[in-house]
């Protein structure tokens, strides 16, 4: 798998509230000793994340997906309150 900038990945994380996260890939690049890395926006977690290639989760589960929805859901009704949409 070739990941570049734009993809969207799920990937397993440490130090965030769920052990998972989805997002856009921002930027990869090489490091020595562990490879293959990448920044992405995580949609479940919140924020700038690193990730490591070798992390990536090929199928996400329905807990994950799951948590994404939800996390999507409570993102429209915060805009709605502040009336963005």
């Known amino acids: 798998m070739n990941l570049k900038k734009g ?3 799920w990937v397993e994380v440490k130090g965030a509230p769920s ?5 856009e890939v921002f930027e990869v690049w090489e490091e020595e000793d562990v490879g293959e890395v990448f920044t992405f926006f ?8 690193m990730g490591y290639f070798k992390n990536i989760i090929e199928k996400p589960n329905a807990r994950m ?3 994404l929805l939800e996390e999507k859901r409570a993102i429209i009704e915060i805009l ?4 963005v949409i």
């Open 19 to 23: 052990n998972f996260g989805y997002g």
């Open 42 to 49: 995580c949609e479940v977690n919140g924020g700038l994340r």
């Open 7 to 9: 993809d969207m990945v």
């Open 65 to 67: 997906t799951s948590k």
């Open 80 to 83: 709605k309150k502040k009336k």
